[in-house]
Structures are given as structure tokens and as C-alpha cells.
């Protein structure tokens, strides 16, 4: 027997330097800083110019504290967006921009300035907007560096701010757009109030979280009446805000709500027939007179305060009113009217003459001169409102408070910011109407819904639903930090001054000096030489920050200060919440001064849960902060879970979910390796050009490409990026390594490097490498420069790469159809060779035979050599009539060069027909 010669150094085994390993949080930030220096973004402008435009528009995030997951996952989706339709041969430029006006800001600085032990408003205004300005900077500056981090592409040189002196003054004109074509008034009406910042709210401002509160039952009694039986009886109003009652007015009834008349402890009570069990648990039990009067009935019905012996308010009147909202789901089928405290209340009491009293301050306690509880507070104390709080206990010595128990659960709104409750409080403030006019606002921003995408489509009807039952847009606020509403009111007429050339001298003024230029002092300077100073009261509440976010596109799109962008924009993207605020402000801005929405399109995306689907919050401590897991794991990891999970629902992240888009990243970077490796010398020379050629199984997987390339692009064009990863994924692992790979392995390693099938095989495989490593890049950003970069070391970024074009061939429906039936096939064969290779009856595929019945028609022109390459057997045989598939050890000695058991082999180590026409000739 002759040595067995080691044949090892003759096959052509992949190469290549691309490591396994991919050590992304070391190789980021250097690829990062490549493109920086590179001019990466500037360079994609000029190699996009002239071409159709694709413009997303930032919404600003709040430059205040550092990125969350929610911040990844959201640029991650602005990022993908540019980068596909980029890859599209489109220009997809992005701006990035921050609000800086505001609450938040200012509650942070107020926050230092409670350390420190000074008081905010013993501060010049200028030195404290100057703090306001430095803290914002300083989180814009953080934040970018940050979401650059993410490998997000964008003009981070010149990113827009809300607070540069160009925002500021566009702001300004656009408030004055709003005032010159009387889109604006000054009003007294209930808005959501925060004692605690001392500022009204935007909806979108507030959020709602269950508590437990005082519920009371009071005691008015009837001093008139049509009905002369209820004359002495008491009306029964149940609230769960007690501090309402000092400035209680009214008394509503249901028209069309049956009452009843019950009798306790020798009095009667008038309360609804619907709500008598509920009563009597709180009250006790009454003993029914009778049948009281249908709520209509009530009209003229007059009751007394229950503090009516203070004389003065508290001893005026209190009529009973018809109440279309009064309804029996709760309470006694009586509510108490006060129309500072709420709209339903301000309405009804405003239809009949009754006016606010403005009793409760700012800071949420009485004025100083309220005839009860004058000075107190504040009214969002629980212990100013429980049953032994001064309120019920001045009721109860009355003889006004029936019942009062602490133990009320039920949705309150807070404060997002200082989490504090809030209050509806009436206070003269600025609004936008909704409904003036022959065309109004309202009928515009329904137009403009009705005409817009949405994605998915339940945004529309969120934000329809929103926009067509909303109040008037509160404008005002009663802050420092912020857009003043720069007007001035004629104090005869109570009119705003609605001068052009003021209005100029005003936004000139803002544009060079920023907001610090409206200050009393230059009062005259504005109005010039047509007015007297003192003839106009100059307002200083500034604007909601809504207001200057909805303002963005107007100073980012159309200002040209940013030439790659234009107006409108074809998408808007951001949380669901943002229905109800940056969606909804910048709506309802564009079509009051430009009659339609500023973007064609809306993208919203869900809330990251924890993993077990809860919400994340510091205090529980489930919370993934994203710089941790970029350090631990690198930026397309995160990248990979963002665009993995459906982000238009609510979704997860946690350690166990990034091991598995660790492992998916890890199949997707073998997928890479491998066809780096096994291109290794790919040459022009070597190419196949015409596909026709190629033997049946490249023109099968060319057939899978154009078709996963087709449903990419639907992908895309849906912003359907979970199906874009999963089609990608899918591709890599099922379709090629699992499949192409492993069949064609054998003719790479072993095959003449000049054979149709190995050319063939290995223009495919440089076909797939340009499509799969285009397709990749708007996804895994580092890595698809790292792919690029290792087979083509001196070319341009991957990223100035446009959709890949595929060869043009001929398609044919019968190789994709015959191609699925043998993968099936495969699939069982592989499922009837594990058990024996599993007890050792072989020691791999290649040494099993297979015995199966004859082929399915449209399989029957392959030969028994093609299925043992396709199953990595030893050998088929195909029997007519054999029932199922068969496996035996081959007998065939073993190939020493590709180590296939086949007949021609005369002894194990020696060389089959194949191998030794390779090496010998």
C-alpha cells in the first residue's frame, strides 16, 4: 500500500483577513472619525446634486439630559430612512435639530438655583435666559456627539436650534403672521395649569396617572323654586376636588335625568333616582318621599352656598343651570359649577352671564382677599383637601358636608416635567382659534389629515380625532425661558397693535439680539413715531414651546440656510405621542399660514419596553441605557435591534433579546466573511457574463435575489424595516448559507479554477457581494464600511454606493419552482440522514447513500451525481416503488483531496476522476 499523500495545500479554501470576531466598540469610533474627516455627508451631497429630493424633517428632541433608548431607536428609524432612500439614488439630505426653549430647560436651571439657595426671580431675566441658553448648548452638545455615536449621518456642523437668533426672530414672524389675519385673541378660559411651575400646559404637556383622592358630598340648600316642595330640601353635588367649593358659582342638572327626594336625619335631599345605592354608601340610607321632579323641571330652581354666612360671593345666588355633560355614571346627578375650574363650567356659566372670579393665584393658593380660605393652599395638597383638611371642616361646621372619605381612585393629570398634579385654572391667555372664520382652522387641519400618509394608518384617525374635538390652541405662557409674544395692546380698545412696519422693527430686532431684544425699555423704539408707549401695555408671556417646535420647517426648509433642503417635507417621523404634540403643532402652524400640512407624510413609531413588556423607569432599575450597551456591544447591534422589531407597535429590549440580534449580527457578519473569502483573486477575467450558461442552481439563487430585491424595495417605499431586515437575515441564513454555500463548497474547495460551474459559482457570489453589502449598509453602517474596506481597501465610502443593479437575464417561473421542490427534497433527505450520523452509523453526510423512489416529474431530467451534490451524500440511487428514503454507509472508498466516497476511488487517499484531471491534467 502506498503513503497516503496529504493533499491539503491543493484545494482552494476561502481567504481572507475580514476576522470573525467583530470587536465593533473598538472599530466604530475609528470608522466614525474617518468619515468625519472624509466629509462623508458633504461628499453625498455632491454625488446626490441634481437628483430627485427626499426630505425628512427632524423633530426636535428637548436638549436636556442625555440619550435614552427611546432617542436611539428613533434617530436609528431617521437614519434608515435617508440612508435607503439614499441608497435609491435619491438625495436624502438630514438636518438635525434641537428644542431649546422651555419648561424643561428652565426647571433645571431653577433646580441649581434652589441648591445654591437663590431664588429664580430675584435673578435678572437676561442673566437667567443666559444660564437657560448655556445649559441648553450644553446638552445639544452632548447629545450630538451621542447620536453620532449611533453612526446617524447628518450636517452636525450646522444643526438647527430653536433658541439661535434666526429661530427666534421666525418664530416671531410667524406669531405675527398669526395676529395680522386675526388668527389670535386674548381670552379668560379654564386651561391646564401647573402650581408647581406656575405655567399653563399644552395637552401634550401633561400625562395622566391613577391616585386616590378625597371625594365629598355637599349640601346646598334650595332657597327657590318652581317646585314649592323643594324649597328647604338640599341639592346633593358630589367632587373629587374639594378646593372647587370656595369658588363654586352654579348648580348643573341633567334635563332629562329623573330625581328623587329622600329624607335623613330630618332633612331631604334632592339626588338622581339612577344613583340612589351609591349615595346611600356614602351618605347612608334615606327614606324616599316620593318621586322627584324630571331634571327640566329644575329650571329656576335656586340654591344658597354652604358658606353663605361670609357673606359677599359666598351669599349670592347659586342657580341650577341645564347641563347637557351631567350624566349618572357617578356622584348624585348634581354637579357644582365653577367656572374658573373647568370648561364644561366655564361654558355653561358664561351662557348664562356668570363670570370667573380668578380666586386661586399662580402658585395654587386663594388670593390674599378670598372671603374664605383667603391666603391657603395649595389647592393640589392632599392634606388641604382631605376630610380633615380646612375645607370639609369648615363645611362640616356648617352643617354643608353630607360625607368625605379619602379613598377615590381615578386618573388625575400631571405635570410631565415636575410631575405634579395640575389644575384647570381660568387666567387671561393668548389663543389660536379653531373655528373662525368661513374656512377655519379646523377645517384646514382636517383637510390637511385627510390628504396626508400615514404609517401606520391609525395614526390618522388618532390625530383626526385629536384635532377635531381640541379647544382653542393655548399660545401664552408664564415663563422667561422662550419666544416672547411680542405684541402690544391698546389699553382704551383692549386690540393688539396689527402694524406691519412694527411688526418688521420687532423681528429685525429679535434676529440680531434674540429674545432678550424685547424689553420694556425699547418699547418706543418699536412702536416709532405713529404711537405712544404708554397708550399700549407690552406683553410678556412668551410663547408654548409647541408653538417653536411647530415653527422648525419654516426656518429649517424654507429659510435657505440649509440649500439641500426644501419645503414640504416628505415625511415626519416620531413617537405615537407626538400626535398630540409636534405632529399636531406643526399642522395646525402650516395650515394657519400656509393652508396645508408641512409634510406629505407621517411615520410613528411605539414605546421600547423592558423585556418582560413593562415599563422602563429609573426607580425599578429596567432601564438599557444605549451608551452601555454601544460599549459593550457596539452601535449596529443596537442599530440591528431597532430595525429588527416592529417599532410601530410598542416593543422590547433586554439583555436576552440583544443576545439573540448579537447572534442574528454574527450569522449576518459570517455571511460577509465568507463571500470575502471565497472572492479571494475574483478577476473580470474569470466572470461568467452571460447567465444563460451558468448551470441551473446559480440561475435559481439569481432568481431568489431579484425577488428579495423586488420586496426590498416595497420595503422601503412601506418604511417596512422589520420586513427588511427579516428578508435580509433570511437570505443570508436560509437561502444562501445554509443552501448555496454548502452545496457549492465542495466545487470552490476542489473544482479547476477555469470550470463553468466554479466561474459560475463564483460570479454569483460577486453578485451577491455588491447586492448584499448595498443592501446591508443602510442597516449595519460600520460593518458594511468594514466588508467595502476589506475587499476594496482604496475606494470611496460604501455609503456613496446606490442600489445594487442586478444582471439582466431572463427570468424563468419553472427554475424557481423546481429549485423549492429540491430544497425539499434536500430537507428530507438531510432529516433521514441525522438519526445515523447521530449513533455513529456515519460519520458524516458524504459517507451515506441514499435510496429513494423516483423523482417528482419536474426533477426527473437530474442525474443521480447532481442530487448526491446537492444532498452532500455519497451516492443516490432511485428505485421505482420505494417507499420513503433509505440510508446506508457507503462501501466507496474515500476521495484523499475532497473526501467524497465515490466508485472510481481504489483505495481511501486516493484521488477520484475530478480530482486527479485537476492536479495532473
Known amino acids: 500500500m502506498t503513503e497516503k499523500q496529504d493533499y491539503k495545500d491543493t484545494v482552494f479554501l476561502p481567504k481572507t483577513e475580514f476576522p470573525m470576531k467583530a470587536g465593533l466598540p473598538q472599530k466604530e469610533p475609528g470608522i466614525l472619525a474617518r468619515w468625519e474627516e472624509q466629509g462623508l455627508y458633504h461628499k453625498l451631497r455632491e454625488a446626490r446634486a441634481g437628483r430627485e429630493k427626499f426630505i425628512l424633517h427632524d423633530g426636535p428632541p428637548y436638549a436636556n439630559g442625555d440619550m435614552h433608548i427611546g432617542h436611539a431607536l428613533n434617530h436609528i428609524l431617521k437614519d434608515m430612512v435617508c440612508r435607503t432612500q439614499t441608497l435609491l439614488g435619491k438625495d436624502a439630505p438630514y438636518v438635525p435639530g434641537w428644542d431649546c426653549h422651555g419648561l424643561p430647560i428652565e426647571w433645571k436651571v431653577e433646580e441649581q438655583y434652589r441648591k445654591k439657595k437663590l431664588n429664580k426671580d430675584e435673578v435678572p431675566v437676561k442673566e437667567f435666559r443666559a444660564e437657560c441658553r448655556a445649559y441648553a448648548q450644553h446638552w445639544v452638545n452632548v447629545q450630538r456627539e451621542q447620536v453620532k455615536r449611533l453612526g446617524v449621518l447628518g450636517n452636525w456642523d450646522t444643526p438647527y436650534l430653536t433658541m439661535d437668533f434666526d429661530s427666534e426672530a421666525t418664530i416671531v414672524s410667524e406669531l405675527l403672521k398669526f395676529a395680522e389675519s386675526g388668527q389670535l385673541y386674548r381670552g379668560a378660559k379654564p ?467 440583544l443576545k439573540g440580534v448579537a447572534d442574528q449580527y454574527r450569522k449576518l457578519r459570517n455571511t460577509f466573511r465568507y463571500l470575502l473569502g471565497a472572492l479571494d483573486g475574483f478577476s473580470e477575467e474569470e466572470r461568467v457574463s452571460d447567465v444563460a450558461q451558468m448551470p441551473e442552481l446559480e440561475r435559481y439563487v439569481l432568481h431568489l435575489l431579484a425577488d428579495m430585491d423586488a420586496k426590498l424595495k416595497i420595503a422601503v417605499n412601506d418604511f417596512d424595516y422589520n420586513s427588511y431586515v427579516r428578508l435580509l437575515s433570511d437570505f443570508a441564513n436560509n437561502d444562501l448559507s445554509a443552501f448555496f454555500f454548502d452545496i457549492r463548497k465542495d466545487c470552490l474547495y476542489c473544482d479547476a479554477p477555469d470550470s463553468l460551474k466554479r466561474r459560475s459559482y463564483r460570479t454569483v457570489l460577486d453578485i451577491l457581494f455588491h447586492a448584499m453589502v448595498r443592501y446591508t449598509a443602510p442597516v449595519l453602517v460600520f460593518t458594511a464600511e468594514e466588508v467595502w474596506a476589506s475587499r476594496y481597501p482604496d475606494a470611496d465610502s460604501v455609503h456613496l454606493l446606490e442600489w445594487p443593479e442586478l444582471p439582466d437575464f431572463e427570468k424563468d417561473t419553472n427554475i424557481v419552482v423546481r429549485g423549492n421542490e429540491l430544497r425539499d427534497l434536500r430537507a428530507k433527505v438531510t432529516e433521514a440522514i441525522e438519526p445515523h450520523r447521530r449513533d455513529k452509523i456515519v460519520r458524516s453526510s458524504l459517507e451515506a447513500e441514499v435510496t429513494m423512489s423516483d423523482l417528482e416529474p419536474i426533477l426527473r431530467d437530474l442525474d443521480t451525481d447532481s442530487l448526491a451534490e446537492t444532498f452532500i451524500s455519497g451516492a443516490v440511487h432511485l428505485v421505482a416503488g420505494q417507499d420513503g428514503i433509505s440510508i446506508t454507509p457507503t462501501t466507496n472508498h474515500k476521495c484523499g483531496r475532497c473526501w467524497r466516497h465515490l466508485p472510481e476511488v481504489e483505495e481511501d487517499g486516493a484521488l477520484c476522476g475530478r480530482c486527479d484531471e485537476v492536479l495532473n491534467g
Open 191 to 657: 386651561v391646564m395649569w401647573s402650581p408647581v411651575e406656575k405655567t399653563a400646559l399644552a395637552e401634550a404637556e401633561v400625562e395622566y396617572e391613577d391616585i386616590t383622592s378625597t371625594q365629598i358630598d355637599v349640601a346646598f340648600e334650595i332657597t327657590e323654586s318652581p317646585i314649592p316642595e323643594l324649597v328647604g330640601a338640599y341639592a346633593v353635588i358630589w367632587t373629587t376636588t374639594p378646593w372647587t367649593i370656595p369658588v363654586n358659582q352654579a348648580i348643573a342638572y341633567g334635563p332629562d335625568i329623573q330625581y328623587v327626594v329622600g329624607e335623613l336625619d330630618g332633612k331631604r335631599y334632592l339626588f338622581a333616582d339612577d344613583l340612589i345605592e351609591a349615595f346611600y354608601e356614602r351618605v347612608g340610607k334615606a327614606k324616599l318621599i316620593g318621586f322627584g321632579p324630571m331634571g327640566h323641571q329644575l329650571a329656576g330652581t335656586v340654591a344658597r352656598h354652604p358658606m353663605h354666612h361670609l357673606g359677599g360671593f359666598f351669599a349670592k345666588p347659586r342657580p341650577f343651570l341645564p347641563g347637557d355633560f351631567v350624566t349618572t355614571d357617578s356622584g348624585t346627578g348634581l354637579v357644582h359649577m365653577a367656572p374658573d375650574h373647568g370648561e364644561d363650567d366655564f361654558d355653561l356659566c358664561k351662557t348664562h352671564g356668570i363670570e370667573p372670579q380668578f380666586a386661586v393665584e399662580g402658585d395654587g393658593k386663594y388670593r390674599a382677599d378670598w372671603g374664605w380660605l383667603g391666603g391657603q393652599g395649595s389647592v393640589i395638597n392632599p392634606k388641604f383637601n382631605a376630610p380633615d383638611g380646612p375645607i370639609c371642616t369648615d363645611l362640616r361646621e356648617a352643617g354643608g358636608l353630607l360625607a368625605a372619605s379619602a379613598d377615590y381612585q381615578h386618573s388625575y393629570p400631571h405635570s410631565w416635567r415636575s410631575k405634579a398634579k395640575v389644575i384647570y385654572r381660568c387666567t387671561p391667555q393668548w389663543f389660536v382659534p379653531m373655528d373662525r372664520g368661513d374656512s377655519t382652522l379646523r377645517q384646514k387641519a382636517m383637510q390637511a389629515i385627510a390628504d396626508t400618509r400615514f404609517v401606520p394608518e391609525k395614526g390618522r384617525n388618532r390625530i383626526g380625532s385629536m384635532v377635531e374635538g381640541r379647544p382653542d390652541w393655548v399660545l401664552s405662557r408664564q415663563r422667561a425661558w422662550g419666544v416672547p409674544i411680542t405684541l402690544f395692546v391698546d389699553r382704551k380698545t383692549g386690540q393688539y397693535l396689527n402694524d406691519p412696519a412694527v411688526n418688521a422693527r420687532i423681528v429685525e430686532a429679535i434676529k440680531a439680539e434674540g429674545v432678550d431684544a424685547w424689553e420694556a425699555a425699547r418699547a418706543q423704539e418699536y412702536l416709532g413715531s405713529d404711537y405712544k408707549a404708554e397708550d399700549y401695555e407690552q406683553v410678556f408671556d412668551i410663547l408654548d414651546v409647541w408653538f417653536d417646535s411647530g415653527c422648525t420647517h419654516v426656518f429649517t426648509l424654507e429659510s435657505g440656510k440649509w440649500p439641500e433642503l426644501s419645503w414640504p417635507a416628505d415625511l415626519y417621523l416620531e413617537g405615537s405621542d407626538q400626535h398630540r404634540g409636534w405632529f399636531q403643532s406643526s399642522l395646525l402652524q402650516s395650515c394657519g399660514t400656509r393652508g396645508r400640512a408641512p409634510y406629505d407624510a407621517v411615520l410613528t413609531h411605539g414605546f421600547t419596553m423592558d423585556q418582560k413588556g413593562l415599563k422602563m423607569s429609573k426607580s425599578v432599575g429596567n432601564t438599557v441605557d444605549p451608551l452601555k450597551v454601544m460599549e459593550t456591544n457596539g452601535a449596529d447591534i443596537i442599530r440591528l435591534w431597532a430595525l429588527s422589531v416592529d417599532f410601530t407597535e410598542d416593543h422590547r429590549i433586554g439583555d436576552e433579546i
